[in-house]
């Protein structure tokens, strides 16, 4: 079945240091790609996505690439804030047919950003 | 526009007492999802509901879960005499349709703790 696999932390990083967040996936057919955020207390939100191979998603200064030679889908951001601090899932999506409305996620990975 | 709704945001049950956790959609949305996530682990898939039709359920235990979303109020997930393995988040998500391009919109998620 679909699977996905992220970097396991918690990673801890100090302000405007440059952040990348592993995140590869098995899954049959051609799979859509999220990142998902989870700031404390809250609820998760969608952080980007990509739905073809090659695709970059973007927003708020983080960006991910779907390379589907290496079935990757990894998170970066040049410079970190003190406010980016929170959990992040990656998540696959199946192509068309099948249950394709459900959502794979990794296990989350806890960004903590020191001042 | 409110958020996806979801309360309580902690349960406390005694073993083999029943936890009942609310999820209301964002508005115009008629397309609930339930995924739970165990400590240590990403979230999964358990049930897809639209309006008064459970669409999926494969991702639910066979006993002592139940989902509905009825035509009036929110969605329920109920589970009926608790154990400790139940102990987990509990997130609900709404998207207007259920196509693979809908984004799904997640809730805080219900923190449920069985004693």
């Known amino acids: 079945g679909d699977s996905v696999t992220q970097m396991e932390g918690p990673v801890t990083l100090s302000e405007e240091a440059f952040l990348t967040i592993n995140c590869t996936y098995t899954a049959t057919g051609y799979p859509s790609l999220f990142w998902y955020v989870q700031y404390p207390g809250e609820g998760l939100q969608l952080l980007l996505k990509?739905?073809?191979?090659?695709d970059k998603g973007s927003n708020k200064g983080f960006e991910a690439t779907y390379r589907k030679e290496t079935t990757s889908f990894h998170l970066e951001k040049g410079s970190v804030q003190v406010s980016d601090s929170a959990v992040y899932f990656c998540?696959?999506?199946?192509?068309?047919?099948?249950?394709?409305?459900?959502?794979?996620f990794g296990k989350g990975t806890l960004l903590t950003v020191n001042p | 526009n409110a958020g996806v709704m979801q309360n309580p945001r902690h349960l406390v049950r005694r073993r083999g007492q029943e936890a009942r956790l609310r999820c209301s959609p964002m508005?115009?949305?008629?397309?609930v999802y339930w995924y739970r996530q165990l400590p240590e682990e990403g979230l999964k898939f358990m049930v897809y509901?639209?309006?008064?039709?459970?669409?999926?359920e494969s991702g639910m235990p066979k006993e002592r879960f139940s989902a509905e979303f009825p035509k009036e109020g929110p969605s329920i997930l109920r589970i009926q005499q608790v154990v400790r393995g139940d102990s987990a988040a509990y997130f609900c998500a709404s998207s207007p349709t259920g196509t693979s391009t809908d984004t799904q919109y997640f809730g805080p998620g219900t923190r449920l703790t069985v004693l």
């Open positions: 508005k115009g949305h008629s397309h």
């Open positions: 990509a739905t073809k191979a090659d």
């Open positions: 998540a696959l999506r199946a192509g068309r047919g099948g249950s394709n409305y459900k959502l794979t």
């Open positions: 509901l639209q309006k008064e039709n459970i669409i999926d």
